[in-house]
């Protein structure tokens, strides 16, 4: 039990005997107290008033009064500030905790609840390599798992993989056109990145072939567009030449925007791209073939890349065998008469009566589109694991997206519908902006790896202190130090909020930066690789006497892992962990570096006793564990020696 379970306990006890009132200890509502005042823990004491009659203050003191004396080995003390009783734990009960955990190899982690639940992440797609989005989408994901696992969950990591769709159809078609029989081996290109030249390739000539018709249908030219095309584009173009809607910034862009699909659908190329998407959905040997064929190239890319960044999966899907089970549901849907069709033979929903619009499920001429495929994968993935929650890790950009999907599988009456949960993240961009794959400006996850590791190893090169390290190690501890810079970096923001990449902030010793806390780890190594000879005589050791400030107070913050372990999984943010982490790394620097006079106060090798030399290399052994283990949470190693 932590200590704030113990005071829960304690005060809930406290109010049935002084007020014969029976809260669930669950309902207390306690915090660290703040740093300028006297005390460990602070009880909330406000929602007790209405059944003591009394004031906040004279609450407060006699709730503090009967934990005193009624909890010796717990509350040594207490103060009063207004409505908020601040409790002084016992050094007793530190040092015992101290004495029970400092070897716990398991600290933190929980027993297993019975649920199970399925974390989706990665979701890349076949016609581009990994690149900076994805890599805060992996990082956050695999760290998300890694938590429900720490707090007892039955963890399925998934990726599902984009193989199919227009998007793929319009690398496979450039690579037609214009790669002359390249080959990842013919080239010496990764086969990720070739793929993703082609996709920018038939991005660049859709743009070029836009363009014209774009500027004819601005000067009431239409006669690229026919059918239900010219009638949209019409209104369009009315819309966007009306004053008022110039004078909207917003509207004016989006009608842009519109335009700009609309005409890019009337282009050659994009014609041609899907009429070979039609083809692949009715299995036209050679489109099928060309596809296997630049799917494997891409699949083997990405294995290289998820192998350096240290992300695995357990099941993978693929939208190529889904899809079909998305079409079932649609059409079981449309039996069911909560779909309808239109006169183009397309399928859709109406959401309107729930306050959102009308939502395509299967376009006229048969193909499917994502929400198609979402559909079919859903159904799949709760049939294979029956999951109490499916965790969709997706940009904020899909928002929308995941509201449609849960809302149409509730209609469809599937069971799969209640667990659906959208980790939505903010996007990140780079300091010089955002990047953008049409146009070829996204950064690579492959070329971040290899900025970071050499800026790795760049820093422990000048810091001259690994020089007599084997070459080998010293790559491993540059992977470690790179990749681990990357992670923490993008972990230690909240998932909601965007953020800007800086890879040279990201490797900073002295910064908020996984290297400062690697640093401390290779640190507190050191000092026990000193001390080791007396390791063995810590087991059954209980420190007796009094706890000078900061061991008490890295203690107290090992000991809150339990807790933050919790709250990382109720906020559903890594970023907890790494605030955590970060503060305890920084806690153990304050402990290491204090000087009175000259000496050092909480020396490990010189201390002043015996008895103290063992306290405080029990307190920086658990230190090391717990900085550990909150790191391995986020998908980082730490090193023995920096």
């Known amino acids: 039990m932590s200590v704030v379970q113990s005071i829960r306990s304690a005060a809930a006890a406290a109010i049935k ?178 793929v993703g030249d082609y996709y920018v390739k038939f991005e660049t000539i859709l743009k070029e072939q836009t363009e014209p018709i774009i500027a004819r249908a601005l000067e009431n030219d239409f006669k690229d567009f026919q059918g239900t095309d010219l009638e949209r584009i019409e209104k369009l173009v009315t819309l966007f030449h009306k004053p008022e809607i110039k004078a909207d910034e917003e509207k004016h862009a989006k009608l842009n925007d519109e335009i700009k699909e609309l005409s890019r659908k009337q282009t050659e190329i994009m014609q041609q791209a899907q009429i070979m998407l039609q083809q692949w959905e009715a299995g036209n040997h050679e489109v099928r073939t060309l596809w296997s064929t630049m799917n494997g190239w891409v699949y083997k890319g990405f294995d290289e890349t998820y192998k350096r960044l240290g992300i695995d999966f ?103 519908a209640d667990g659906i949960f959208h980790l939505s993240y903010g996007m990140v961009e780079l300091p010089h902006g955002r990047m953008k794959s049409r146009e070829g400006t996204v950064v690579d996850a492959d070329d971040l790896i290899d900025e970071t590791i050499t800026a790795a190893a760049e820093q422990t090169a000048n810091s001259g202190k690994l020089d007599d390290m084997p070459e080998e190690d010293l790559q491993t501890l540059h992977k470690m130090l790179g990749i681990g810079a990357m992670k923490f970096f993008l972990l230690r923001v909240d998932p909601k909020k965007r953020m800007v990449f800086d890879p040279k902030e990201s490797i900073e010793l002295h910064g908020f930066t996984s290297v400062f806390v690697q640093y401390a780890h290779a640190r507190i190594k050191s000092i026990l690789r000193e001390v080791a000879p007396n390791a063995d005589k810590l087991e059954g050791y209980c420190h007796k006497g009094s706890l000078l400030p900061l061991e008490k107070e890295l203690i107290l913050l090992n000991e809150q892992y339990d807790s933050v372990l919790e709250e990382a999984l109720k906020e559903m943010s890594p970023s907890v962990i790494a605030n955590y982490v970060f503060q305890l790394a920084q806690q153990f620097n304050s402990f290491y570096a204090e000087k009175v006079e000259g000496k050092y106060t909480y020396s490990v090798q010189d201390a002043e006793t015996p008895e103290k030399q063992k306290l405080r290399t029990q307190i920086v052994m658990l230190t090391a564990r717990t900085i550990a283990k909150s790191m391995k949470l986020l998908g980082i190693d730490v090193p023995e020696r920096m």
Not at 68 to 74: I, K, M
Not at 328 to 348: M, Q, R, Y
Not at 352 to 381: C, H
């Open 314 to 416: 357990d099941k993978m899907y693929y939208e190529s065998e889904t899809y079909l089970l998305g079409k079932d549901l649609v059409e079981e849907g449309l039996a069911k008469g909560v779909l309808f069709k239109k006169p183009d033979n397309s399928i859709w929903i109406d959401l309107t009566a729930d306050g959102l619009d009308e939502k395509l499920l299967l376009r006229g001429d048969g193909t499917s589109v994502y929400m198609t495929q979402d559909l079919g994968t859903a159904r799949l993935k709760y049939d294979d694991y029956q999951m109490e929650q499916s965790i969709y890790v997706v940009a904020d950009e899909q928002n929308y997206h995941f509201k449609v999907l849960q809302l149409i599988l509730k209609k469809l009456q599937e069971p799969c």
């Open 17 to 194: 005997a002084l007020y014969e009132q029976t809260i669930p200890a669950k309902d207390i509502a306690i915090n660290t107290t703040k740093p300028e005042f006297e005390g460990e823990y602070t009880v909330l004491v406000f929602p007790f008033t209405k059944f003591s009659r009394l004031k906040p203050e004279e609450t407060a003191d006699q709730l503090g009064k009967y934990l005193v004396e009624h909890n010796p080995d717990l509350v040594a003390g207490y103060n009063v500030i207004k409505g908020f009783l601040n409790l002084q734990i016992c050094e007793q009960y530190w040092a015992q905790y101290l004495q029970q955990h400092f070897n716990n190899r398991n600290i933190g982690k929980k027993p297993s609840n019975g649920k199970k639940v399925m974390v989706e992440y990665s979701s890349p797609n076949t016609n581009k390599p990994l690149h900076l989005g994805h890599l805060r989408n992996n990082f956050l994901g695999y760290s998300i798992a890694e938590i429900l696992k720490a707090n007892g969950y039955d963890v399925i990591k998934a990726n599902l993989v984009n193989d199919r769709g227009i998007h793929i159809c319009k690398s496979m078609l450039a690579w037609q056109l214009f790669a002359h029989g390249d080959t990842p081996e013919s080239t010496g290109i990764k086969g990720d990145h070739l």
